[in-house]
Every structure is written in C-alpha cells, then in structure tokens.
C-alpha cells in the first residue's frame, strides 16, 4: 500500500509524488522498490493513475485530506478484493531512498507490525509492514484525522533500525528543502 496523497502544503501544493530526485519521480521510486508485491494498492489522487503499473488498484479516502490513517483505512478496503494477501506494507510515495533490499529487512521479520526506527528510536510509521489482520483490528471506526499513533495502541511493533548501504529508507521529502538535501546525497552516490 502506497500512501500517495496530502495536500503537500509546504510544497506549494503540487503533487509531491511526481517531483523527481535524479531525474525520476518519487513515487516511480518507490514503486520499484515494492515492484515484487503481489497485490498494489495507491491511495492518492486520480492523476497519479498514469504512472502506476498495470493491475495496480488506485483509491482514495472520502473525503480527502483525513491524513494518513484515513488513507490507510482507504487502502485496507482495496485488498479483499486483492485475494491472498496477509502481509501489507505501508509506505508513503514520498520517500525517494526506498529499496527493494529495505522492503525485505521489513518483510523478514515476523511480527504483526515491523518498522523501522532511526538512530534516536522514533518509528517510521510510513515505512512499516503490518500482517493484514492486525492493521484492520488496529484501525479506528472513525479515520479521519487520526494519528498514525493511534494505530499502534494496541499493536505488537518489532522495531528494526536500518542497517543497509546508503540513505535511510524512511527519508520523506515534505518541504523543498528535504527534496534539495535528497537530490544532493542522489548526487553523492551511496554512502
């Protein structure tokens, strides 16, 4: 599941999924790192509907704007449908350093929910794995405006810090001045 939407206020309200970092948009990026996904599921808006893949189901929440557990609680809703599916990951579109080698450190461990943690032990929310039946008993009857936090109340969480080659996978571009900071390491190369 690729979360996709938001208002990118302080990105001037463009669609942040399409800027690119070396050239390529952020959300093609992180496409290829969950290219071996056997069901896809992109909550955002109508015109991201070219770049996805064929197969790929593209949701939203009602109404838009109910921040990330409303379009977590969207996405869920597109996998029954999906059939078979019992491990979900649950990333933002905006996170250009996403690979396919962070998807499998995610999806190795076995736990209800798996995310990575940084250096001072904060979870990245948006970049998690989740068994599909815990993320839909975690989710509140009202979405909207719920904090990713409340997700977690009663959630088993296996917290795994990112022990891979290059930029941390949870890096998100929110403002232009992380967007400028990803293209310059891009530049750089891996660490």
């Known amino acids: 599941m690729v979360l996709a939407g938001g208002a990118a206020r302080r990105m001037g309200g463009v669609a942040k999924p399409l800027l690119p970092v070396g050239g390529v948009p952020m959300l093609r990026r992180v496409l290829a790192a969950v290219a071996d996904a056997r069901a896809l599921v992109v909550v955002g808006p109508p015109e991201l509907a070219a770049e996805l893949p064929a197969g790929a189901v593209l949701t939203r929440e009602e109404p838009p704007g109910g921040g990330p557990v409303a379009a977590v609680a969207a996405g869920a809703t597109g996998l029954p449908e999906l059939g078979g599916v019992d491990r979900v990951l649950v990333v933002a579109a905006d996170l250009p350093?996403?690979?396919?080698?962070?998807?499998?450190?995610?999806?190795?461990?076995?736990?209800?929910?798996?995310?990575?943690?940084?250096a001072d032990g904060r979870r990245q929310h948006l970049c998690a794995a989740w068994?599909?039946?815990?993320?839909r008993a975690a989710l509140p009857a009202q979405p909207h405006g719920a904090p990713m936090r409340a997700?977690?109340?009663?959630?088993?969480?296996?917290?795994v810090p990112w022990s891979g080659v290059g930029p941390a996978p949870w890096y998100d571009c929110d403002t232009p001045e992380e967007l400028s900071e990803a293209e310059a390491v891009h530049g750089r190369g891996p660490a």
Not at 131 to 135: D, Q, V
Not at 151 to 159: P, Q, S
């Open 97 to 118: 350093f996403l690979t396919r080698d962070a998807v499998a450190a995610l999806l190795a461990v076995d736990a209800d929910v798996v995310m990575f943690t940084d």
């Open 151 to 159: 997700l977690l109340a009663h959630a088993d969480v296996a917290e």
């Open 131 to 135: 068994r599909l039946g815990a993320l």
